[in-house]
């Protein structure tokens, strides 16, 4: 009963923080993505790089910005872990082989931080600080970035300008990411977690066995991989080592970095189109699925059907942290699988059936609720622009949203958009299954060995970087498969919702009617949801049924 109440009580507090940070941080968002002034160290930013910062740009040129910026950061990262040997603080790290570099570098410019290498004895503490640090805060900034064309293809007019890549992402780096990094980052290192540039130290364990533990920078990195939505770790443990997350409070602190800036992003939407009612429908539906999964996932591992001793120990806790518990687990794992996070403080290969198959379904629902930096609510807008789609044709009538047609070419984009990710997943995880040498890497066969090749294809063509942990990815083979995963994933969706944004933006807006789909009432809330359960997750049910939903059967 004692564990139920402190259950309960964690979310309640985690949703009353986030209620509150709502219309501040939200409001803060949209005037810095809106305001005509540069303060001076951007403009020196700007004049480093020879840009204009009053200079807007069509959306061809920002997706060539976008682009040119992340190919160069991937060959920059691919050549820092190759020469990592030959820099200061790598305490002892020989070079990266080439294949891990480059699904590294691949992994964390597209905001995935999957890994198939163990951070505390492959990376050294440059690397980690100057290289997979510096792109938690770009490639968060590149997704906030993108849904900013996006808002501003419903808010202009007859324009073909959807903003300045180079200065949305020095703005966001600079103005939103920084100052709340460093301020939790000091906040975790007050609460135990580690922070400082120590090798490897040698203790005694409880057996008398010798361990080698690392240090390094651990808070700085933890802060904006959970506020970025980045995932991955500095230790292969994840966010289940003590040094990262040493307690409860520290585990709550971060569940609640992983949302803060997703959640709040519709409140910037709303006031940037003029009507703050938009963002609050998208906040319930964003609030209504992630309640959903966080009651599934808790439900489940709370009442396991195996026979194990997890099970009679009140709850599946294998694989789970005793100083957190189910509930703590069952929360961030429900929270870091919506938001394209993809940190994890237990082993998702663990949970039961019904709880590890609703972490691969929130991922499939293209991780929207509240989604990724960014990522989340492009992603739930461009399902939107689906569902009223989907409402006109019911009345016959020329769906509109937020004053704006959507015509021919706008449904072409938001529907590519929606194939894209299935697309990578199925062929993926089909062609590995297919091969006899890639199945090997299974730990398990039958259903649960199929679910684990098709988590990891799902984390990552969704830019999550989580894992089943039950599968071996070491090969070059898994290291080149899931690197493409990642950045197809990652690129060609953007691509159609700049391409979107631009068509939006040239066109001129229509007056609101009787006949207009009001799409800030509880109905619009309702029919979105629709959409996203049916249109989005229903691509992936024969997938699902040969995975976990065969596994719960069995």
């Known amino acids: 009963m004692s ?4 259950g309960l009580l964690q979310i309640l507090a985690l949703v009353a923080a986030l209620a509150l940070s709502y219309r501040p941080l939200g409001d803060y968002i949209a005037h810095l993505l809106t305001s005509a002034r540069h303060l001076r160290g951007e403009r020196f930013v700007y004049w480093l790089g020879g840009v204009n910062g009053d200079a807007d740009q069509r959306w061809p040129a920002y997706l060539r910005s976008v682009l040119a910026f992340s190919v160069m950061s991937v060959l920059f990262l691919y050549g820092f872990q190759r020469l990592q040997d030959h820099f200061l603080l790598s305490i002892g790290m020989r070079a990266v082989p080439s294949a891990t570099a480059f699904n590294t570098a691949a992994s964390f410019v597209t905001n995935t931080n999957w890994q198939s290498y163990s951070g505390e004895s492959t990376m050294g503490h440059l690397v980690q600080m100057m290289g997979l640090a510096v792109q938690n805060f770009l490639s968060a900034a590149v997704g906030i970035a993108v849904v900013a064309t996006l808002i501003r293809g419903f808010t202009r007019s007859r324009a073909d300008r959807v903003g300045n890549f180079w200065v949305d992402l020095t703005r966001i780096t600079v103005r939103l990411l920084l100052p709340i990094a460093l301020v939790f980052a000091i906040a975790l290192v007050a609460s135990g977690t580690v922070q400082n540039l120590h090798g490897a130290h040698q203790i005694s364990t409880l057996v008398g066995d010798k361990q080698a533990i ?9 802060a904006i991989k959970e506020l970025g939505t980045n995932g991955g770790g500095f230790y292969n443990a994840n966010s289940a080592h003590p040094f990262e997350n040493p307690n409860a409070f520290t585990n709550w602190l971060e569940t609640y970095l992983l949302l803060v800036i997703s959640v709040s992003l519709p409140r910037a939407f709303g006031t940037m189109v003029g009507d703050r009612r938009q963002g609050y429908a ?3 539906v964003m609030a209504l699925i992630w309640a959903a999964s966080v009651t599934v996932i808790t439900i489940n591992e709370l009442n396991s059907v195996s026979s194990t001793a997890g099970h009679l ?20 794992a429900a929270s870091t699988t919506l938001t394209s996070t993809g940190a994890v403080n237990s082993f998702h290969d663990s949970f039961t059936p019904g709880g590890g198959g609703m972490t691969i379904f929130n991922m499939m629902l293209g991780e929207v609720a509240p989604g990724g930096t960014g990522s989340g609510l492009y992603g739930i807008l461009v399902l939107a622009i689906i569902a009223v789609f989907v409402a006109g044709l019911m009345v016959g009538r020329t769906p509109e949203y937020l004053g704006k047609k959507l015509g021919a070419r706008e449904i072409k984009f938001a529907s590519l958009y929606i194939l894209t990710t299935p697309a990578i997943v199925l062929v993926g995880a089909g062609v590995a299954m297919s091969l006899r040498g890639e199945r090997a890497n299974m730990l398990n066969s039958g259903p649960h060995g199929f679910s684990e090749v098709l988590y990891a294809f799902t984390s990552a063509a969704n830019n999550n970087g989580s894992a089943f942990a039950g599968l071996t990815v070491t090969s070059n083979w898994w290291n080149t498969a899931t690197a493409l995963a990642m950045l197809f994933g990652r690129f060609l969706p953007m691509f159609f919702v700049l391409a979107l944004a631009g068509s939006l933006a040239e066109q001129q807006p229509v007056p609101v009617t009787a006949g207009t789909l009001p799409t800030h009432r509880p109905q619009f809330v309702g029919l979105l949801t629709a959409v996203i359960l049916i249109v989005v997750g229903l691509t992936y049910f024969p997938a699902l049924a040969l995975g976990p939903i065969a596994e719960g059967l069995h």
């Open 313 to 332: 120990a009140d709850g599946m806790t294998e694989g789970k942290e005793q100083r957190l518990g189910v509930w703590a687990s069952a929360l961030f």
């Open 282 to 284: 998208i906040l319930a």
């Open 214 to 222: 690392t240090g390094g920078p651990v808070a700085s990195q933890e």
């Open 3 to 6: 564990d139920t109440l402190a």
